[in-house]
């Protein structure tokens, strides 16, 4: 398993676990299955209209594909990058430059599939001879797939070790995503280890125009930010 960097918008070099070919191999293989037991039911359920005109079977036919048919697309869409496949093997989509795949993105990831996967599997043999493990589909999209399983403690997650008594200060955290609470954490982490006071002093202006905040009602940036990431915790973790 091949070690991935991505490198953030503040210039700070985050270290994940690449996706093996394997792993993301037995993850397509789950979903197939998936897809085709879907399609086992639906074939008992198409046995019904068998009597209709031949368009109306096949418009039926038309509509009764269309899960099969954008099921990666919706599930990386909606579920931040991971169908039910990648969250049985713990790995998921990101984009190389730190921020989470938009939905042109997987779209892109999902229309090269038809290179990628239905070419003779082209994609598989592509992704055992590239360092990041990427498919056709990641390097046009600038993704890649990371493992979510490595061994790690709370220092290394979005996690933050709250109080039982804690309030938090701005319910409007809620607007950021797991990707985006990890990538302010190691940022906040480097920058006030190393006293990179500018690099704190843009986080937080970031913050408060990506959050909505009117009022700041901590005194330092190092304040501010530490509140920022324990409200995420504290509107999240019970989600």
Known sequence: MSELQINTTQNVKIKFKAAGAGERLLAFIIDLAIKIGY???????FDA???MDQWSQIGINTILSLPVMFYTFALESFLQGQTLGKRVLKIRVVKIDGYQASISDYAVRWFFRIVDIYVFGLGFFVMMFNKKTQRLGDMA??????????????NHTILEDLKE?????????IKLSDNDARIIKDTFTVARASRDYQTLIKLRKKLIEVVDIKEVKQKTDIDFIDTILKDYNYYTQDM
Do not use: E, M, W
């Open 39 to 45: 399609l086992v039911v639906v074939s008992n359920v």
């Open 49 to 51: 209209f068998k009597n």
């Open 141 to 154: 999209a600038g993704t890649a797939v990371i493992a979510l399983k490595d061994k790690v403690t709370i």
């Open 165 to 173: 008594d804690y309030r938090p200060t701005y319910p409007n955290v």
